[in-house]
C-alpha cells in the first residue's frame, strides 16, 4: 500500500521524532507534580531530558540537514554515520521514551502499592564531623600521593591534553589516569560525597575551620576530578554541590515557608550558567582547533548530544552485528565466572569509528535492550521505576535535616548517572552503593534517637492489638 503525500513529508525517523515529543509533553503536563519535584523519578526524568531526549529527538532532523547538520558534522564527524539505517535512529527513539514511561509506570504502581504498606520509620541522625575528616584526609592523602608518584601522567596530561587541547592525548592520559582503580573510586565516589556532606552541614555552622576545610575538600575534588581527563563526574559533582547549596539555603528560611518559584528561578539560572561556563571552558581547552571560535556551543552539543548519539550505535550493533550481551559486559560477573570481559563500549565504537582510542555510552533504558532484548527492555525499565519509588519511601522516612538533604541529592545523583550508564555501573562504579554505604557511616542516630524508636515501636503494636 502507498504512503500518503502528508506521510512522504517526513521520513519514519522523524516521524518517530514528533510522536516522542509529542507524548514527552503530554506526560510532563499531566505528570508535572511527580515530575517536577525531589522525587528519584523526577532525578531520572530531568537526567534523560538533558542526556538523552532533546539529543535524540533532534537527531532525524540533525542528520536530514534540516537543523544543526553544522553540528552533527562537526562534533561527530568522526562516527561513521552510514552504518546507521532510519530505523536505528526510531528504534532508539522508541527505547529512550517508551524506557522512561514504563519506568514512570512502574513508580506510580509501586506508590500507589506503597499506600497499603506499614509506614517505615527511620531514626534521627546527624553528621559526624570526626568521622568525616577521618575517612577525607586518607583519601585526600591517597589521591594526591597517586598523582605525586606518577607526575608524566597528570603533569604532560594538563600540559598535552588540557593546555595544548591535543585530541589525541586527551584519551591517552584519560585511560592512564584511571588505571588505578582505588583511585577511581575515591575520586569518582568517595571525595564527592564527603564534600558535598561537609558543604550541606557548613551551612549551618559557625566554626571558620570547617568552613575552610569545605572550600578546601571542595577544591580538590573538582582538581582530581578534571584529573581523570573526563567532563561527566566534574559536570555531576558540580550539580550535587550546586543543588546542595540550593537546598541549604531553602532550609535556612526561619519562617519556614517554601521559597516561591520565581525566588528560586535566580538560584538555579546561576547554578546552571556557571556550570555551563566551567564546562565550555574545559571544552574548548580540550578542544583546541575544533569550534574554538565558540566554545558555548561546543559545550551544549557535548552536554546534549555526546551520550545520545551512542544510542543508535549500539541498538544497531545488537543484535544485528553481535549478539545481546547480557551479563558479560559486567566486571563483576567477568571476576566470579572467570570468563573474559566483554567492553561493550570500547567494541561498538571501534565498529563506528576505526579507532581504538575511546568509547561509546548509553543510557541505562537503552542498555536494557542491549543487554537481553525486547523483554529485558520492558522489565527492567518497569523494575527500575519500582526500584525508585520504594528508595523514595525510604528517603521520606528519614526525619528532616542533613541526612535527609544529602540521601535526596545522592539519590538525584544516582539517577544523573543512569542516564549514561547502565543500572550495575551507576549501583557500583559511579556510586550507589558507595553512596549508601557513607550515609551511614557519616551519619549516625542522635542520642534520643533510640528511645523515641523503642516509644514508636510499642505504640504501633498496641495499635495494632486494638
Known amino acids: 500500500m502507498a504512503r500518503s503525500a502528508c506521510l512522504d513529508l517526513m521520513t519514519e525517523s522523524q516521524w518517530y521524532s514528533a510522536v516522542g515529543t509529542a507524548v514527552l509533553a503530554v506526560v510532563a503536563v499531566v505528570e508535572r507534580r511527580r515530575l517536577i519535584s525531589t522525587s528519584t523519578i523526577s532525578g531520572l526524568f530531568i537526567a534523560y531530558l538533558v542526556f538523552g531526549f532533546l539529543g535524540i529527538l533532534l537527531l532525524p532532523w540533525a542528520r536530514a540537514g534540516v537543523i544543526l547538520e553544522e553540528d552533527l558534522r562537526v562534533g561527530f564527524g568522526f562516527i561513521d554515520w552510514r552504518k546507521i539505517t532510519d530505523r536505528d535512529l526510531s528504534l532508539s527513539i522508541l527505547l529512550y521514551v517508551g524506557g522512561f514511561l514504563l519506568a514512570l509506570l512502574g513508580h506510580r504502581i ?29 583519601a585526600l592523602l591517597l589521591t594526591l600521593g597517586h598523582v605525586a608518584l606518577n607526575p608524566d601522567i597528570f603533569v604532560q596530561g594538563i600540559e598535552t591534553a588540557i593546555i595544548g587541547g591535543e585530541k589525541a592525548a586527551v584519551h591517552d592520559f584519560r585511560y592512564a589516569a584511571v588505571t588505578n582503580y582505588p583511585f577511581v573510586l575515591t575520586v569518582y565516589n568517595i571525595l564527592p560525597f564527603l564534600s558535598t556532606s ?34 561527566m563526574p566534574l559536570m555531576i559533582f558540580s550539580i550535587a554541590l550546586g543543588a546542595t547549596e540550593l537546598a541549604a539555603r531553602r532550609a535556612r528560611i526561619s519562617d519556614g515557608r517554601v521559597l516561591a518559584a520565581a525566588r528560586q528561578a535566580p538560584r538555579f539560572l546561576l547554578v546552571a550558567v556557571v556550570l555551563l561556563l566551567l564546562i565550555s571552558l574545559l571544552q574548548s581547552a580540550m578542544k583546541t582547533g575544533e569550534a574554538q571560535a565558540d566554545p558555548l556551543r561546543v559545550s551544549l552539543r557535548e552536554i546534549f548530544g555526546r551520550i545520545s548519539v551512542g544510542a543508535p550505535m549500539f541498538v544497531h550493533y545488537f543484535p544485528t552485528v553481535g ?23 570500547a567494541v ?29 527492555w520492558a522489565i527492567g525499565c518497569t523494575l527500575l521505576g519500582v526500584a525508585l519509588a520504594q528508595l523514595d519511601r525510604l528517603i521520606r522516612a528519614i526525619p528532616q535535616g542533613d541526612s535527609r538533604l544529602l540521601a535526596t541529592i545522592y539519590a538525584f545523583t544516582f539517577c544523573m548517572h543512569l542516564g549514561q550508564a547502565s543500572v550495575f555501573n551507576a549501583s557500583f562504579g559511579y556510586g550507589g552503593i558507595f553512596f549508601v554505604g557513607l550515609w551511614f557511616i557519616l551519619f549516625a542516630p542522635t542520642a534520643g534517637s533510640a528511645a523515641a524508636d523503642a516509644s514508636r515501636a510499642m505504640r504501633n503494636a498496641q495499635q495494632g492489638a486494638t
Open 110 to 138: 509501586a506508590g500507589s502499592v506503597a499506600r497499603f504498606q506499614s509506614p517505615v520509620y527511620a531514626s534521627r541522625r546527624e553528621l559526624r564531623v570526626g568521622r568525616l575528616v577521618a575517612l577525607a584526609v586518607p
Open 323 to 345: 549478539d545481546h550481551y547480557g551479563l558479560s559486559g559486567l566486571r563483576m560477573f567477568a571476576l566470579v565466572s572467570g570468563e573474559p570481559l566483554f567492553e561493550t563500549t
Open 198 to 231: 561537609l558543604w550541606a552541614h557548613s551551612r549551618s555552622s559557625n566554626s571558620p575551620i570547617l568552613k575552610v576545610f569545605k572550600v578546601l575538600l571542595a577544591a580538590i575534588t573538582g582538581l582530581m576530578l578534571l584529573l581523570t581527563f573526563q567532563k
Open 348 to 376: 561498538v565504537f571501534r565498529y563506528f569509528t576505526n579507532s581504538n582510542e575511546g568509547s561509546a555510552a548509553i543510557a541505562a533504558v537503552v542498555d536494557f535492550y542491549c543487554a537481553f532484548g525486547w523483554p529485558g
